[in-house]
């Protein structure tokens, strides 16, 4: 083979690796976009709005078949161990990235059935929730995109603390209940929300841990803090 083959190889190869990621870290931006959206309506009540948001759930979808499509085109090409690793890592934030998007549209449609109730205070803490994995799901794409192992770490350490807000609007939402029956109903819809938002954070984990195994390969991960306690919550 030529030099200027095997480079003209290598650059087609490279483009496609660009193309790769510049698509998952589009999608992911519009996961991040649809999940802010989505605790807007549910602050405004706007059912229009959060029916636009569901709808727009199937353009991520698309971008993800998209990405698997170009995964495998690159993975037939004969790729090297990096090489490997950066498709296997792709793929999976792809996924992640999927589910994040679908628990963003979760958090519209619960809020058509949440505006069918008189509005709750405790909807400031769900946006409050939301706005801590809107960061998390941000700051993943950043070390992502820049192999950033120290900030991809700091993401997945920082789940802690989503978890703890997490399990302290879980508590608030059930001392409300048992104070008064007739917000069961719909402390029950924020209680899915603030669950969607939960995991949530744990898919921004997951791309956390996946950009070590880009950069760092099988080296093991340190051990990780988790403090959602709402499985081993009592009523109080």
Request: with cysteine; aromatic share 4%.
């Amino acid at each position: 083979m030529s030099t200027q083959m095997h480079d003209h190889i290598v650059k087609s190869y490279d483009d496609e690796q660009r193309r790769l990621l510049n698509e998952t870290l589009r999608m992911g931006e519009m996961a991040a976009s649809q999940l802010e959206a989505a605790l807007d309506v549910v602050q405004r009540r706007d059912d229009k709005a959060a029916e636009r948001i569901i709808a727009n759930d199937e353009a991520i979808d698309a971008l993800e078949t998209e990405v698997s499509h170009d995964v495998m085109k690159l993975a037939l090409r004969g790729p090297m161990a990096r090489d490997l690793r950066e498709i296997l890592a792709a793929i999976r934030i792809a996924s992640d990235i999927e589910r994040v998007g679908d628990y963003a549209a979760n958090v519209a449609k619960r809020s058509l059935a949440l505006n069918l109730s008189p509005p709750l205070p405790h909807v400031s803490g769900l946006h409050a929730i939301g706005t801590l994995a809107v960061q998390q799901v941000r700051d993943v794409l950043v070390a992502y995109r820049d192999n950033n192992v120290e900030l991809a770490q700091r993401v997945r350490a920082r789940d802690a603390d989503l978890d703890v807000a997490y399990t302290a609007l879980f508590r608030e939402l059930l001392t409300y209940m048992m104070e008064d029956a007739r917000s069961i109903t719909p402390c029950t819809h924020l209680l899915f929300m603030a669950k969607n938002i939960e995991r949530i954070g744990d898919h921004a984990t997951n791309i956390a841990e996946n950009v070590w195994f880009l950069v760092r390969g099988e080296e093991a991960l340190p051990p990780r803090e988790k403090r959602d306690g709402s499985s081993t919550t009592a009523a109080p």
